[in-house]
């Protein structure tokens, strides 16, 4: 009879354990859902999904690996933004827009790192405002950097910031694109490139291996060597 209650118990474990698999296996399949909906660029679809799983916040911290999924579920919800060029849903009205981040999310952190210079660099209309917006970008740059010191991306961000700084402060402007160029999700687009003239290039032939192993012997490629005469 006291088995009883220990087989109620194990069976309560295994239930228990069932469901949270059964959970665990729906919510990836969403947060698959959602990932697939924001690489494709439906963007509605993947608001809704996203904002569904943030909803089961509480439950997903419980389970294995959930933190880290609730860390690319957040950090997805910024891209999403980012894509959207709501840049500054993403910066909190007052203050260093990297303080209240997460320091175990470098994605997350280098979206808003970047929705720092989308939001304030366009936006400025003189030298100072833009020397401003590029102080403010680069030490949002700088603060990912420390995080992730490997992290090639933000490296070459944080340089090129630095490169625009440099010739802002020079009063000298930053390249401009093409013109006829349009703005898209990637960055500005560039116009048709310039007419060459074909004549300008040459034209260089790769040398077989007899005509090379010719010219180590000092002989022009193309020609033999004259004939010897004999007697």
């Known amino acids: ?91 909190p009205a007052q203050g260093d827009p990297m303080a209240s981040l997460p320091n175990d999310n470098p994605r997350l952190q280098s979206i808003v790192a970047n929705a720092v210079f989308r939001e304030k660099y366009p936006a400025a209309r003189d030298q100072k405002s833009r020397l401003e917006a590029l102080d403010a970008a680069i030490a949002a740059q700088l603060s990912v950097l420390r995080n992730v010191p490997d992290g090639a991306g933000v490296a070459y961000n944080y340089e090129y910031l630095v490169r625009l700084r440099s010739l802002a402060a020079a009063k000298s402007g930053p390249p401009k694109g093409g013109e006829g160029g349009d703005h898209g999700a990637l960055g500005n687009l560039g116009g048709e490139p310039q007419a060459a003239d074909p004549t300008e290039f040459e034209i260089h ?11 180590k012997d000092g002989r022009e490629a193309g020609k033999t060597a004259p004939r010897e005469r004999k007697g």
């Open 205 to 215: 032939i790769p040398l077989d291996s007899r005509e090379l192993q010719d010219q």
């Open 1 to 91: 009879m006291r088995t009883r209650p220990i087989y109620l118990f194990l069976a309560c474990l295994l239930f228990i354990a069932g469901g949270a698999a059964v959970f665990w296996g729906r919510t990836q399949t969403t947060f698959a859902q959602a990932q697939l909906s924001l690489v494709t660029q439906q963007y509605t679809d993947a608001r809704d999904t996203l904002t569904r799983l943030a909803g089961l916040e509480r439950f997903i911290a419980f389970l294995p690996a959930g933190r880290e999924t609730l860390a690319q579920i957040q950090a997805d919800q910024a891209e999403l933004g980012y894509w959207q060029r709501d840049y500054r849903s993403l910066l």
